[in-house]
């Protein structure tokens, strides 16, 4: 799991989050869940998302703690009108969103979650 | 003649009223009487019902077991000193068994039987994406390196999660639904079920066998709520029954004690031995044909000659011993002169090195090519060393022959007696730890074992090498030398002596099974169906249905290759069910075994060019090894098939007379042998024990046909 946070507003951890954001979504091969915000719950939920995610290497986990990592209307792209409540995404592998996870699922949803993302045809 | 009985005044009417015939055909379908089976579902698989345990009592599987499962009319391969459990699930047999009983069904239970599949099958497509789960790390891996592999893997992926999805969703739905069933609330099952599938994810990604298990609970469930409907099935019953039936079909069928199902008795526990050191009385006979063929035969002028005139031999022989229809077997026996003798290049190792260095880099690019050249680096020390171990322990031989004049004026026959009883008490006192162990080395069964397995390493390498890296293979099938390349050289001598096979198939069964012995084919067994023992039960099958049988307590002698066949058959009152189905195990000797060969060899002494036909008898050890289990669970079968072809095929000791003194009367040459492609071909290095000087020679002997009566002094050559 990456975990992305900034510095008190540092310019530079953004740009870096952005980068690895950006690099991790581009990967030819991978099912990627983008996660939001920060607290108990989302941790609990993060730690359960790298639990089905570690053994397999086609799946990657990007925490994202502080929104301002994302890019202008990025997060907007991610979680649209319908699923703006909830704090995970999984991208399939051509990068479109579309799966959505609220913070309270548990590893049986977030694994079948994955596996909708993994099989899902362009 | 039984059915048109029972239903000729029926028939007649029915004739002048076609109205009624659908009734009679349906009628005709479920007749009580005729004892014809009654139709079967075409989707009703009783053997899954039924799980074999090997328990040899020696080797891989002697303590764990070897766990087989039944298939409908399938042959497995066990050892012949093994017992076996019979476990039959009652529940699936019932469950299977309803398919064939047609009418009154409600639709629940047609509904239960359709969820039952729809479980079966998807619980079946477990095995298959371990595998491609498997297939998928291993090509990510290399995917790194090769970027170009990406869209490849998103299609594995994308399969992968497809599979794994349907298994989830499958699962889920069956057990939500027990669970509703069993009266909880909606959110209350899919908690509990949720809780009943979280051991499935593990940090490793899945445990496979709880899933399966999980798989195996709820089909047991569906089970248990289709037997509750179908009451018919406590009128079911089963009969199991076995024989023994004989390879080379002599004698009677044996009939097996399986305990609940019969009465027949059963003796007292026989072991059949690996290592006898014994020469079968047939090999002997045939060492004596041979001797006498030997005398109507000329030297041969060169190694070409010599490989010509054995070929020849061959083929003559099974063009005399049977009709015309064998004529095209004979012509591909000629036909394979032209590739075995292609082989014989490669017995040269300026040849092999010279090959070796010109694949050299294609190899050495690679880990597993270089783990190739290791192995063969490996196998040549030890082959070296075997070599010069060979002529020391030709040299303690010698000694050992003149201090106790074993050997003295005595014939080859003697002499390979006295080797073989040699080697019997070597082996008896290596077991009891006898440390007083002054023989040479060639007579302690275990050198010959190591040689065998430092050959076979390098076998195993080269075949994970076709396997894992099939690129390396098909790179170096490329590269000759002289025009000439090892591997297709090899390839074509197998297929050769396998289209010889090919021809010998086809033709009448007795002489099939008789040529099906000599070439290791399996045996031809009756097509008529035995029917069961005297003393047969029936039993309902709702009760224990588990039996065993033993072949160490069998009454009568079995040997390899014999078959033992276990049949089952299903009755509803008297009409027999049309769900039975057979599975023969054949008699294997797995482990460590050996043979006696008598041959015709061909010799050359050292410093010479000419080869002289000579009768041989060869000890030769052997490891068959034990069928594998796979990794979803399923066993090899075990079967002796030709087509699985052992280039490598054994390492021992071959004896036969030479002619190469004028001034000794006897002489026994003694020689240190390997054996490949199913032992057909046996090549040697020795010495003449009785020659004061030059005492080297090697030898070679190519015996595709070696049941007496087929090489007969009748057979002869041209010079």
Same mark, same amino acid.
């Given at each position: 799991m990456r975990i992305l946070d900034v510095r008190d507003g540092n310019k530079d951890d953004i740009e870096k989050g952005q980068a690895i954001l950006l690099a991790e979504i581009a990967h030819p091969s991978k099912t990627v869940m @983008? @996660?939001?915000?920060?607290?108990?719950? @989302?941790a609990q939920f993060a730690d359960a998302a790298a639990g089905r995610s570690d053994p397999f290497p086609w799946r990657e986990v990007v925490w994202v703690k502080n929104n301002s990592i994302f890019k202008d209307g990025q997060e907007k792209r991610l979680f649209p009108k319908g699923n703006d409540k909830s704090c995970a995404v999984i991208l399939d592998l051509d990068d479109t969103p579309l799966v959505w996870l609220s913070a309270d699922s548990n590893p049986l949803q977030i694994e079948k979650a994955f596996l909708k993302a993994g099989s899902n045809q362009p | 003649m039984k059915l048109m009985l029972c239903f000729r005044p029926v028939l007649r009417r029915l004739y002048k009223q076609k109205a009624l015939f659908i009734s009679f055909f349906l009628a005709l379908l479920t007749c009580p009487f005729t004892g014809i089976p009654l139709l079967a579902d075409e989707g009703a698989e009783p053997w899954m019902a039924v799980i074999y345990t090997e328990w040899p009592d020696s080797g891989d599987y002697a303590k764990e077991g070897r766990t087989i499962k039944a298939e409908r009319n399938a042959r497995f391969g066990i050892d012949i000193n093994s017992h076996v459990d019979v476990t039959i699930n009652g529940k699936t047999l019932g469950r299977e068994l309803s398919k064939t009983l047609h009418g009154g069904l409600s639709p629940k239970v047609k509904t239960l039987r359709e969820r039952v599949d729809q479980l079966k099958q998807t619980a079946d497509s477990i095995n298959e994406v371990m595998k491609s789960l498997k297939e998928l790390f291993s090509l990510w891996n290399k995917a790194e390196q090769n970027p170009e592999m990406w869209p490849i893997i998103r299609e594995k992926i994308r399969s992968f999660s497809n599979t794994m999805n349907t298994i989830f969703e499958t699962l889920e739905k069956e057990i939500t639904e027990r669970l509703k069933a069993q009266g909880l609330d909606e959110t209350a099952a899919q908690q509990e079920k949720d809780k009943i599938m979280f051991p499935v994810l593990t940090n490793e990604g899945y445990s496979w066998s709880v899933l399966t298990q999980l798989f195996q609970q709820e089909i047991s469930f569906l089970d248990d709520e289709l037997i509750k409907l179908l009451p018919e099935i406590e009128k079911l019953d089963i009969e199991i029954y076995a024989y023994l039936i004989r390879e080379s079909g002599n004698g009677a069928q044996v009939p097996i004690h399986l305990p609940l199902y019969n009465e027949v008795k059963e003796c007292l526990p026989t072991r059949v031995e690996k290592l006898t050191f014994h020469i079968p009385e047939e090999q002997m006979q045939l060492y004596e044909q041979h001797t006498e063929t030997v005398q109507t035969m000329t030297e041969a002028k060169n190694l070409a000659g010599a490989l010509r005139t054995q070929l020849e031999l061959n083929a003559r022989a099974l063009e005399k011993s049977i009709n015309d229809s064998f004529k095209p077997a004979v012509s591909a026996v000629n036909n394979a002169g032209d590739s075995i003798e292609n082989l014989t290049y490669w017995t040269v190792d300026d040849n092999i090195e010279a090959w070796i260095s010109a694949v050299g880099d294609?190899?050495?690019?690679?880990?597993?090519?270089?783990?190739?050249?290791?192995?063969?680096?490996?196998m040549k020390t030890s082959l070296i060393a075997t070599y010069n171990e060979a002529v020391i322990n030709i040299d303690l031989l010698k000694s050992y022959a003149k201090?106790?004049?074993?050997?003295?004026?005595?014939?080859? %026959?003697?002499?390979? *007696?006295?080797?073989?009883? %040699? *080697?019997?008490?070597?082996?008896?006192?290596?077991?009891?730890?006898?440390?007083? *162990?002054?023989?040479p080395r060639a007579l302690h069964p275990a050198t010959w074992m190591e040689q065998f397995d430092t050959i076979q390493k390098f076998l195993d390498v080269v075949n994970e090498t076709e396997q894992q890296a099939p690129a390396i293979v098909s790179n170096i099938e490329h590269v000759t030398t002289e025009g000439r390349n090892p591997i297709t050289d090899a390839k074509n001598a197998v297929n050769a002596i396998r289209f010889v096979q090919n021809q010998l198939t086809g033709i009448e069964p007795e002489v099939r099974s008789w040529i099906g012995k000599v070439l290791g084919l399996p045996p031809v067994l009756a097509a008529v169906d035995l029917e069961p023992p005297a003393t047969q039960k029936r039993l309902t099958i709702t009760r224990d249905l588990n039996t065993s049988f033993d072949l160490k307590r069998i009454c009568g002698e079995r040997k390899e290759l014999d078959t033992v066949r276990v049949y089952y058959r299903f009755f509803k009152g008297s009409g027999q069910l049309n769900a039975g189905w057979f599975n023969d195990f054949q008699l294997r000797l797995f482990g460590w075994r050996d043979d006696i060969i008598?041959?015709?060899?061909?010799?050359?002494?050292s410093g010479t060019s000419t080869f002289k036909p000579i009768a041989s008898l060869s000890w030769i050890l052997n490891k068959n090894r034990w069928p594998k289990i796979q990794e979803d669970g399923k066993s090899d079968s075990g079967v002796g098939e030709w087509k699985a072809i052992e280039w490598f095929s054994g390492a021992g000791i071959t004896t036969m007379p030479l002619d190469f003194d004028q001034n000794q009367d006897a002489e026994i040459g003694f020689a240190f042998t390997l054996s490949f492609i199913n032992k057909k071909i046996l090549v040697g290095y020795g010495a003449n024990l009785q020659a004061e000087n030059d005492p080297g020679f090697w030898f070679f002997s190519i015996n595709l046909l070696d049941t007496p009566g087929m090489i007969s002094p009748s057979s002869k050559r041209n010079p």
């Amino acid at each position: 799991m990456r975990i992305l946070d900034v510095r008190d507003g540092n310019k530079d951890d953004i740009e870096k989050g952005q980068a690895i954001l950006l690099a991790e979504i581009a990967h030819p091969s991978k099912t990627v869940m @983008i @996660i939001r915000g920060d607290g108990p719950e @989302i941790a609990q939920f993060a730690d359960a998302a790298a639990g089905r995610s570690d053994p397999f290497p086609w799946r990657e986990v990007v925490w994202v703690k502080n929104n301002s990592i994302f890019k202008d209307g990025q997060e907007k792209r991610l979680f649209p009108k319908g699923n703006d409540k909830s704090c995970a995404v999984i991208l399939d592998l051509d990068d479109t969103p579309l799966v959505w996870l609220s913070a309270d699922s548990n590893p049986l949803q977030i694994e079948k979650a994955f596996l909708k993302a993994g099989s899902n045809q362009p | 003649m039984k059915l048109m009985l029972c239903f000729r005044p029926v028939l007649r009417r029915l004739y002048k009223q076609k109205a009624l015939f659908i009734s009679f055909f349906l009628a005709l379908l479920t007749c009580p009487f005729t004892g014809i089976p009654l139709l079967a579902d075409e989707g009703a698989e009783p053997w899954m019902a039924v799980i074999y345990t090997e328990w040899p009592d020696s080797g891989d599987y002697a303590k764990e077991g070897r766990t087989i499962k039944a298939e409908r009319n399938a042959r497995f391969g066990i050892d012949i000193n093994s017992h076996v459990d019979v476990t039959i699930n009652g529940k699936t047999l019932g469950r299977e068994l309803s398919k064939t009983l047609h009418g009154g069904l409600s639709p629940k239970v047609k509904t239960l039987r359709e969820r039952v599949d729809q479980l079966k099958q998807t619980a079946d497509s477990i095995n298959e994406v371990m595998k491609s789960l498997k297939e998928l790390f291993s090509l990510w891996n290399k995917a790194e390196q090769n970027p170009e592999m990406w869209p490849i893997i998103r299609e594995k992926i994308r399969s992968f999660s497809n599979t794994m999805n349907t298994i989830f969703e499958t699962l889920e739905k069956e057990i939500t639904e027990r669970l509703k069933a069993q009266g909880l609330d909606e959110t209350a099952a899919q908690q509990e079920k949720d809780k009943i599938m979280f051991p499935v994810l593990t940090n490793e990604g899945y445990s496979w066998s709880v899933l399966t298990q999980l798989f195996q609970q709820e089909i047991s469930f569906l089970d248990d709520e289709l037997i509750k409907l179908l009451p018919e099935i406590e009128k079911l019953d089963i009969e199991i029954y076995a024989y023994l039936i004989r390879e080379s079909g002599n004698g009677a069928q044996v009939p097996i004690h399986l305990p609940l199902y019969n009465e027949v008795k059963e003796c007292l526990p026989t072991r059949v031995e690996k290592l006898t050191f014994h020469i079968p009385e047939e090999q002997m006979q045939l060492y004596e044909q041979h001797t006498e063929t030997v005398q109507t035969m000329t030297e041969a002028k060169n190694l070409a000659g010599a490989l010509r005139t054995q070929l020849e031999l061959n083929a003559r022989a099974l063009e005399k011993s049977i009709n015309d229809s064998f004529k095209p077997a004979v012509s591909a026996v000629n036909n394979a002169g032209d590739s075995i003798e292609n082989l014989t290049y490669w017995t040269v190792d300026d040849n092999i090195e010279a090959w070796i260095s010109a694949v050299g880099d294609d190899l050495k690019n690679s880990p597993q090519g270089q783990k190739l050249i290791n192995s063969y680096r490996n196998m040549k020390t030890s082959l070296i060393a075997t070599y010069n171990e060979a002529v020391i322990n030709i040299d303690l031989l010698k000694s050992y022959a003149k201090q106790q004049q074993t050997f003295a004026s005595t014939t080859p %026959e003697s002499a390979m *007696m006295i080797i073989l009883r %040699e *080697m019997r008490r070597t082996s008896y006192a290596i077991k009891a730890g006898d440390p007083t *162990m002054l023989l040479p080395r060639a007579l302690h069964p275990a050198t010959w074992m190591e040689q065998f397995d430092t050959i076979q390493k390098f076998l195993d390498v080269v075949n994970e090498t076709e396997q894992q890296a099939p690129a390396i293979v098909s790179n170096i099938e490329h590269v000759t030398t002289e025009g000439r390349n090892p591997i297709t050289d090899a390839k074509n001598a197998v297929n050769a002596i396998r289209f010889v096979q090919n021809q010998l198939t086809g033709i009448e069964p007795e002489v099939r099974s008789w040529i099906g012995k000599v070439l290791g084919l399996p045996p031809v067994l009756a097509a008529v169906d035995l029917e069961p023992p005297a003393t047969q039960k029936r039993l309902t099958i709702t009760r224990d249905l588990n039996t065993s049988f033993d072949l160490k307590r069998i009454c009568g002698e079995r040997k390899e290759l014999d078959t033992v066949r276990v049949y089952y058959r299903f009755f509803k009152g008297s009409g027999q069910l049309n769900a039975g189905w057979f599975n023969d195990f054949q008699l294997r000797l797995f482990g460590w075994r050996d043979d006696i060969i008598a041959g015709i060899s061909f010799a050359n002494q050292s410093g010479t060019s000419t080869f002289k036909p000579i009768a041989s008898l060869s000890w030769i050890l052997n490891k068959n090894r034990w069928p594998k289990i796979q990794e979803d669970g399923k066993s090899d079968s075990g079967v002796g098939e030709w087509k699985a072809i052992e280039w490598f095929s054994g390492a021992g000791i071959t004896t036969m007379p030479l002619d190469f003194d004028q001034n000794q009367d006897a002489e026994i040459g003694f020689a240190f042998t390997l054996s490949f492609i199913n032992k057909k071909i046996l090549v040697g290095y020795g010495a003449n024990l009785q020659a004061e000087n030059d005492p080297g020679f090697w030898f070679f002997s190519i015996n595709l046909l070696d049941t007496p009566g087929m090489i007969s002094p009748s057979s002869k050559r041209n010079p």
